[in-house]
């Protein structure tokens, strides 16, 4: 009895991950990858002076590079709570221990951003910077900028 009523819940959820899968992809296609679409975008849309791209190239650089260990040290957090979650009997504590530490490296993350953030803002005109504030993907906490 308990075997018919897994079957359809696991295929139900094989269905959603592909469907999700497929709609994450959907949005995403069509865009241009790294840094340099973002910053073909940015140029564009704030009329970026070539010393103002050059300037933004190191910073980005910069962030990426600054921010690869917290890529790596995230993606072995995860892994952590893959297997910890996988266990026959998950240990609480230390799953709580492992959702402590990915949410201190979210906390290192979103500092980075803002550094980025600032250290971009710091190089536009008046004008530029409050059309840049007014942009999703670097303010608030919408999409934020990601490792392509």
Same mark, same amino acid.
């Given at each position: 009895?308990?075997?018919?009523? $897994? ?17 994450? /992809?959907?949005?995403? /296609? ?9 910053? +073909? ?7 970026? *002076? +070539? +010393? ?5 190239? *190191? $910073? ?5 590079? /600054? ?6 040290? @995230? ?11 996988? /266990? *026959?009997?998950?240990?609480? *504590?230390?799953?709580? !221990?492992?959702? $402590? ?7 290192? @993350?979103?500092?980075?951003? +803002? !550094? @980025?953030?600032? #250290?971009?803002?710091? $190089? ?8 840049? #504030? ?15």
């Amino acid at each position: 009895m308990l075997k018919r009523s $897994i079957l359809p819940l696991v295929l139900v959820g094989a269905l959603v991950v592909a469907a999700g899968g497929y709609a994450f /992809a959907q949005k995403h /296609a069509g865009r241009e990858g790294g840094f340099t679409g973002r910053l +073909d975008h940015l140029k564009a849309s704030l009329s970026l *002076t +070539d +010393d103002q791209v050059t300037q933004m190239q *190191t $910073i980005f650089k910069a962030h990426h590079e /600054a921010a690869q260990p917290l890529f790596t040290q @995230m993606r072995a957090n995860r892994e952590a709570m893959k297997t910890a979650l996988s /266990a *026959t009997e998950p240990n609480p *504590t230390e799953v709580g !221990k492992i959702v $402590i530490a990915g949410t201190g490296l979210r906390s290192q @993350m979103r500092a980075l951003e +803002d !550094k @980025m953030k600032a #250290d971009i803002g710091a $190089i536009l005109t008046p004008e530029q910077k409050a059309k840049f #504030d007014q942009r999703k993907s670097f303010g608030g906490r919408g999409h934020r900028f990601r490792r392509g």
